[in-house]
């Protein structure tokens, strides 16, 4: 355990890359016809029906490792640039919010991917939904929080009117 709390950091963002990246790819691509040279269809890894829904777990795990990396023991005398996580823990979590599938049930959704989202059920939603709000509030609070820290160190900041 002490490996992953001492990479906690390049984890978590690997684990966002991978699991954002390989949706992006999936939800754009539904009949195998991305503009490549070769059908992606024909990776195994693709073929299964529950890509989608790892690759979604797979980037909120990475989220929250980074939500948790970024709130844990922030100090003033040590630079960690934790506020770089915190920026993009806020973005992921906003960004989900926004465009992804809400646990609406009976409702319609407004673009196609939020209805391949939903599905897969409120047993893959509601975890995504709930996490999201997870990361927003984390990375919100840790990027309050540094900025607390900054006009500490940087009081000729505070009030840039004068």
């Known amino acids: 355990m002490s490996f992953v709390t001492r990479h906690q950091l390049i ?3 690997l684990l966002v890359l991978f699991g954002v990246g390989g949706v992006s790819f999936a939800l754009a691509n539904p009949d195998g016809t991305y503009i490549l040279y070769a059908n992606w269809r024909t990776f195994l890894a693709y073929a299964s029906g529950w890509t989608v829904p790892l690759l979604l777990v797979i980037a909120l795990v990475g989220t ?3 939500s ?3 709130v844990k023991g922030i100090r003033p005398e040590v630079v ?3 506020e770089h ?3 993009l823990v806020t973005a992921l979590g906003f960004g989900y919010l926004v465009l992804g599938a809400w646990p609406l049930w ?3 959704y407004f673009w196609p991917w939020q209805k391949e989202i939903a599905s897969y059920g409120n047993l893959l939603i509601l975890p995504l939904y709930a996490g999201s709000v997870f990361a927003f509030g984390a990375g919100a609070v840790s990027l309050y929080i540094h900025s607390k820290i900054y006009h500490q160190k940087h009081p000729e900041m ?3 009117l004068s």
């Open 11 to 13: 984890i978590g963002l």
């Open 64 to 66: 929250l490792m980074l």
């Open 68 to 70: 948790v990396y970024c």
């Open 80 to 82: 960690d640039n934790k």
């Open 85 to 87: 996580a915190a920026f």
């Open 106 to 108: 009976t409702l319609g």
């Open 158 to 160: 505070s009030n840039p």
